[in-house]
């Protein structure tokens, strides 16, 4: 089928679908005189990607929707983050009109405490208590795990003292600047695929490397060049390092987080036995740690 009928099938432009294309979503045969042949199977995924578009969700989430096994359970965590946004937008709406009635910013304070915070998930309440590049680096490397709500006592509590340990702990001028040089602040489609790419590999390492082996290779061979010891990146890991190893980071953040997030203990989990996997088959990996 060529991409005409398609458009029409999906009521989708042609520059949308070929963006699809090359973000993965699908892949048509590519005849030899350059024209693409799209298949049942193509129009059916370009038929959810329309839908599912419609209704908010950014490529990363339509690609993990596409990939799941149960996409309806699949599409219950972004029911659950639409009703939180609906709630948390309702909430702000009832603490405008209550101080377009009379301008009092301690009422507003109280109605946020009593009403608003509750709304809020662990990564917006993370993002507003750090703004800038630290809060940006949160959500970037933790950002998955955390759209979830502090919803019992014993979650606050971890809540209160990844905060206190946040809050406290000394980030160096020198890695503040390199977090602000490799963080693309402004591409969150691209922090979101890359997250996604990366949980994937981890939740089925043995497929991921089976798939990806060239690639995988390449990167090997890049981090152990010179050329990577000269890259934004490669000061970062080692800044990142030394600041987990002397902060305690790993007693008291990760800790925490586990008891924060079931979702990050899950996938923790998975990690050590994905590290433990790729180490066994690239022993040259250890040094990367």
């Not at 578009?53 to 950014?58: C, D, E, V």
């Not at 929707?65 to 639409?82: G, I």
């Not at 949160?138 to 003292?161: M, Q, R």
């Not at 290779?217 to 890259?231: A, H, L, Q, V």
């Amino acid at each position: 089928m060529f991409i005409h009928e398609v458009c029409k099938k999906c009521s989708l432009t042609k520059k949308a679908i070929y963006y699809y294309e090359k973000q993965g979503l699908i892949r048509p045969n590519i005849g030899e005189n350059g024209y693409r042949n799209y298949s049942d199977e193509d129009v059916s995924i370009l038929k959810e990607i329309f839908v599912l578009r419609k209704l908010g969700l950014t490529i990363s989430e339509i690609n993990n929707v596409l990939l799941s096994s149960n996409k309806a359970v699949s599409l219950l965590k972004y029911k659950y983050l639409m009703d939180l946004k609906r709630e948390k937008v309702m909430e702000q709406q009832k603490c405008l009109e209550l101080l377009i009635e009379n301008y009092n910013v301690d009422k507003g304070i109280e109605y946020i405490d009593i009403h608003l915070n509750r709304s809020f998930t662990i990564k917006e309440k993370l993002i507003q208590a750090f703004p800038g590049v630290y809060g940006i680096f949160l959500s970037v490397h933790f950002g998955p795990f955390l759209n979830e709500k502090a919803d019992t006592p014993e979650k606050e509590e971890a809540y209160g003292k990844i905060v206190d340990f946040l809050d406290k702990v000394r980030i160096t001028r020198e890695m503040e600047e390199y977090l602000e040089s490799v963080i693309p602040l402004t591409d969150q489609e691209v922090i979101e695929k890359m997250n996604m790419t990366f949980l994937n590999a981890v939740e089925d390492i043995e497929n991921y490397i089976v798939n990806n082996q060239q690639e995988i290779e390449e990167y090997i061979k890049f981090r152990n060049s010179e050329d990577y010891k000269s890259t934004p990146a490669f000061k970062l890991q080692q800044l990142l390092v030394e600041f987990q190893q002397s902060s305690g980071y790993d007693e008291i953040f990760v800790e925490n987080l586990k008891i924060l997030s079931p979702s990050y203990l899950e996938y923790s989990e998975k990690l050590q036995e994905a590290n433990k996997i790729l180490l066994e088959r690239y022993p040259q990996t250890a040094k990367f740690y």
